[in-house]
């Protein structure tokens, strides 16, 4: 693997992970290269994000009447040409299957706004702060793990960093910090990754 690891970063939102990568390549803390953007949504204010700092970028959404095996198929085909060593997704909202899977065995990495087992699938903050609420935890988290298969949020754990869940918070500071955890927990997973410090099978 060279130098700079090239990553494709999948997005259906704001991106605000993926600024924190590109804040990090552009930093020169991150020895990679940010090939291609892609989103499932046109309107995604990732993409915006991207272009700001000339990432080149691509919407592909899913047509009505496409299956999901021959969408996912298609977009492993697209995301390949690039040759990423990693592709990341960061807030990317559809459960990717094993036709998309495929092209890239133990190269696709997600982010998850809890700890594992804990919470998986969407909402996961606010779900977290409701059993808070109710007295089942203290604390949430952040996980960074693979993505073999087509579990939800559940593939093998590459790092965790725990979120603690303070009297005063509200859902909203919460969410502030567990975003800014996210974002410095994926850079460091992505580094040690790059540079060998985490191994993954081949």
């Not at 130098?3 to 990090?24: C, E, F, H, T, Y």
């Not at 593939?155 to 960093?161: E, F």
């Not at 918070?169 to 996210?182: F, I, P």
Request: with cysteine; glycine share 6%.
């Amino acid at each position: 693997m060279s130098d700079k690891a090239r990553l494709v970063v999948m997005i259906s939102g704001n991106g605000s992970n993926l600024q924190a990568i590109i804040d990090a390549v552009e930093a020169g803390a991150l020895p990679a290269q940010i090939v291609c953007v892609v989103s499932n949504k046109a309107k995604a204010y990732g993409l915006v994000r991207a272009e700001k700092h000339q990432i080149p970028t691509a919407v592909l959404s899913r047509k009505k009447g496409v299956s999901r095996a021959v969408y996912d198929a298609e977009l492993g085909h697209f995301v390949a040409n690039f040759q990423p060593d990693w592709v990341v997704l960061a807030g990317w909202m559809l459960v990717l299957s094993l036709e998309f899977l495929r092209f890239f065995p133990n190269r696709v990495i997600n982010l998850h706004p809890a700890l594992p087992g804990q919470f998986p699938g969407t909402h996961a903050i606010e779900r977290a702060f409701a059993a808070y609420q109710r007295g089942e935890l203290s604390q949430t988290g952040i996980m960074v793990h693979l993505v073999p298969d087509e579990g939800i949020d559940d593939g093998p754990v590459l790092a965790t960093r725990t979120v603690p869940i303070l009297p005063h918070d509200t859902l909203d500071s919460l969410e502030e910090r567990t975003h800014a955890t996210e974002h410095q927990l994926l850079v460091d997973v992505l580094r040690r990754l790059i540079q060998g410090v985490i191994d993954v099978p081949l």
